[in-house]
C-alpha cells in the first residue's frame, strides 16, 4: 500500500495536515476508517462538519470517530 497522502486523495474528503507526520501503521489505519466513513453519508456529514470548525486543531487519529471505528474493529 502507497502510504504517502495520494492515497487520500480520491475520497473526497478533507484530509488534515498533520497526516503527513504519521508513520505508515497510523496511515493505514486512517485508511481503513476513511474507506468506512465515505460509505456512510451521515458519518461522512459528521467528520466534514468536525473538520470544518476545528481546522487545524482537528486531530482525526484523536476523533471519536476514529476511536469508536477501531474500538469495534477490534472486538
Known amino acids: 500500500m502507497d502510504t ?10 478533507p484530509i488534515p495536515d498533520i497526516i503527513q507526520s504519521y508513520d505508515d501503521d ?3 489505519e486512517i485508511y481503513g476508517y ?3 466513513l ?3 453519508e451521515q458519518q461522512k456529514k459528521a467528520y466534514k462538519i468536525a473538520f470544518d470548525h476545528l481546522g ?6 484523536n476523533s471519536n470517530g476514529f ?3 477501531k474500538k ?3 472486538q
Do not use: R
Request: proline fraction near 0%; hydrophobic fraction near 30%; avoid cysteine.
Open 4 to 13: 504517502s497522502n495520494n492515497i487520500f486523495k480520491d475520497f473526497d474528503i
Open 72 to 74: 469495534n474493529k477490534s
Open 56 to 61: 487545524s486543531s482537528f486531530n482525526i487519529y
Open 26 to 28: 497510523k496511515k493505514k
Open 67 to 69: 476511536k469508536e471505528w
Open 38 to 40: 465515505i460509505k456512510d
Open 34 to 36: 476513511l474507506s468506512q
